[in-house]
């Protein structure tokens, strides 16, 4: 079986797009996802991305390069929207996309996408701070759901934090019931935050829309930023927009890397 592919990236977190309309693959979408994602034996990606359809609402069923399913992504929101755009199957410049964490709004300005990722909810994990202890340092995360499950991590120097020891520590905690994304944000002045990010399911990637929105949302819950805050990461910059009981809009690019095929046959007996 040979299937034709799109590969995409947000800020260098990076998706392989498969068009599946007839929801034939999303049943296999765990297994394929690994298959396909791998870096060595694949084609290499953080995500893949199963683009489908409900009537005249496109829909978006995204799986980290474990093979676990997300909610929703934001990176992938954007690179989905152009997607649409440059095959033709939406006109914009507005469209609505269907993820599990609900019908996100997109905006084409000035060749970026401005997404509407929702209002965010600060009684995941119960709400308020939770500190996690381990291997003698703790560390105080402020938790955040943006449709998936976030921990913001406020540090002095972010390229200082041992992302490959502390991300999955975090992660895993059995403080949050389905694991959590983690962000380790440094405040650089009141428009602008410095982020790592270790995502769940995929770990260290060079950017992630939803923990860019998460960190920004609680930076400004704190005190530390306000207005729209410019969020970087190591893969670019990320332009978050939140005020208090409204939605988080996220704005920045989406890039088309190349288009291919690959026989899913012999990449699957070659295992």
Not at 44 to 50: F, H, K, Q
Not at 120 to 141: H, K, L, V, Y
Not at 222 to 235: D, K, M
Request: hydrophobic content about 45%.
């Amino acid at each position: 079986m040979e299937l034709t592919f799109t590969k995409y990236h947000g800020l260098g977190n990076d998706f392989i797009f498969l068009e599946d309309f007839g929801g034939d693959l999303l049943e296999g979408g765990e297994e394929l996802a690994r298959l396909l994602c791998h870096r060595h034996f694949g084609i290499g990606a953080d995500g893949l991305v199963l683009v489908g359809r409900d009537g005249e609402l496109f829909v978006m069923h995204i799986f980290n390069a474990d093979g676990t399913e997300a909610e929703i992504c934001g990176n992938a929101v954007r690179c989905m929207a152009d997607y649409l755009l440059s095959r033709g199957l939406a006109a914009g410049p507005e469209l609505s996309i269907r993820t599990l964490a609900g019908v996100k709004e997109v905006q084409v300005v000035n060749n970026l996408y401005r997404v509407d990722m929702g209002e965010p909810d600060f009684s995941f994990a119960g709400g308020g701070t939770i500190a996690i202890s381990a291997s003698g340092q703790e560390w105080i995360c402020h938790p955040v759901s943006m449709g998936n499950p976030h921990a913001v991590v406020f540090v002095d120097q972010v390229d200082k934090v041992n992302l490959a020891m502390w991300g999955p520590t975090l992660e895993t905690s059995s403080v949050w019931p389905q694991k959590a994304n983690v962000e380790f944000v440094e405040v650089v002045d009141p428009g602008r935050i410095k982020v790592r990010v270790w995502e769940r399911g995929a770990g260290p990637t060079l950017a992630c829309g939803t923990g860019a929105c998460a960190a920004a949302v609680v930076s400004a819950r704190q005190g530390f930023t306000r207005g729209p805050v410019q969020v970087s990461l190591p893969g670019g910059e990320l332009t978050i927009e939140w005020s208090a009981g409204s939605s988080v809009f996220m704005t920045g690019p989406a890039t088309r890397v190349f288009v291919g095929s690959i026989d899913l046959q012999a990449l699957m007996s070659g295992r």
